[in-house]
């Protein structure tokens, strides 16, 4: 199993304990008490993959961005010294752990909010059957108000310094990618200090990003041995990745294989970079804007596929891409089913 693959059996992991929330009868005590005990299960599942796939990831990656600065110093004619194997150790076993971390303990955090979020529902709708609040089918009524509290914050994750709740599918694929990247970039970063190659430029594959842009083209040092340039760690110098979606990586920048021309050129690009400056022209900025939209817009639509799932079970379209291609469509079975789910969100935020 991949990286990505891993991320996808995530999200069937999610759908499978949507499912379990809309065929539980959660008036009874044993049957919600069994649903969390089945979704911490679930929960373990995925920790087990995460363990299995990811230490693999990190190592594949991470010798890749070796083997790929390698090879660009040996295009340079620059002979290479053996690899070291304890600096080159120590550098993956540092990622891997600090993934493995960040990956363990949103998955612990996810339990407890998914607890919270049950007992927390199911403590509001005892009191207001108390008080007569709700009336009719009682199952029904418990049902749909947890898998709207569930949809809400029950996969929580990680809460950022604003209070943000992130849940744990976007905070998994967040760190994965992440530190996949981190650990290719690492790994040549690694690879060239090892060869006392100082100088390395950034390489971005779109200059469309605001904080890709911010960096690409620039050269910096990796150990601020060389004077004249920008150090790593320093007036907010960053190596990539800049965010989940990043491609960046660094190559070997080797003066004395340079024009008088080129080096002037990447001093001057070097000096009109600013911390707080967006460099992109207009016509960069408005492709960024298209990228995110389009980004967003599958972001929107597996949100609602996953509200529906929540709320709506067995009845909602099966998968993910039969519920884009309906709504695109606005189906007659779309329409059908939006309807549905509006009249049982007005019903359960009457009750």
């Not at 290479?80 to 949103?106: C, G």
């Not at 339990?111 to 919270?116: D, E, I, L, M, Y």
């Not at 408005?286 to 996953?306: D, I, T, V």
Request: proline share 4%.
């Amino acid at each position: 199993m991949t990286e990505e693959k891993l991320l996808l059996y995530l999200n069937e992991i999610i759908q499978t304990i949507y499912e379990r929330i809309a065929n539980s009868d959660l008036s009874k005590e044993k049957q919600a008490k069994k649903l969390i005990e089945e979704i911490h299960y679930l929960l373990d599942q995925f920790g087990l993959a995460v363990d299995q796939v990811i230490p693999e990831a990190i190592i594949r990656e991470y010798f890749g961005g070796v083997d790929g600065a390698t090879k660009a110093l040996k295009d340079l004619k620059i002979k290479t010294r053996p690899i070291s194997r304890l600096v080159h150790k120590e550098a993956v076993q540092n990622i891997m752990d600090d993934t493995l971390l960040d990956m363990h303990a949103a998955i612990r955090t996810a339990k407890v909010s998914a607890r919270k979020s049950i007992t927390g529902t199911l403590q509001e709708v005892k009191a207001d059957l108390a008080k007569g609040i709700i009336t009719g089918d009682t199952r029904k009524a418990i049902q749909k108000r947890v898998a709207h509290s569930f949809q809400r914050d029950g996969l929580t994750s990680f809460v950022t310094i604003d209070d943000r709740k992130l849940p744990l599918d976007f905070y998994s694929m967040t760190v994965t990618r992440t530190k996949m990247r981190d650990a290719t970039v690492t790994g040549s970063v690694e690879r060239y200090k090892e060869n006392e190659q100082d100088l390395v430029q950034i390489i971005e594959n779109s200059d469309t990003c605001p904080v890709c842009a911010r960096y690409s083209g620039l050269v910096v040092s990796l150990t601020g041995k060389t004077p004249g340039y920008p150090v790593v760690g320093e007036n907010d110098i960053q190596l990539p990745p800049y965010h989940p979606n990043c491609r960046g990586s660094v190559r070997p920048y080797v003066i004395e294989f340079k024009t008088e021309s080129e080096i002037q050129e990447v001093k001057r690009r070097n000096t009109a970079y600013a911390p707080d400056k967006d460099p992109r022209t207009p016509q960069q900025r408005k492709a960024y804007e298209r990228e995110q939209e389009a980004r967003r817009k599958a972001n929107a639509e597996k949100k609602q596929f996953s509200r529906w799932q929540a709320v709506m079970g067995e009845d909602n379209f099966k998968t993910l891409g039969a519920f884009r291609r309906a709504k695109r469509t606005n189906s007659v079975r779309f329409q059908e089913l939006q309807a549905e789910y509006k009249r049982i969100m007005r019903e359960v935020l009457k009750k």
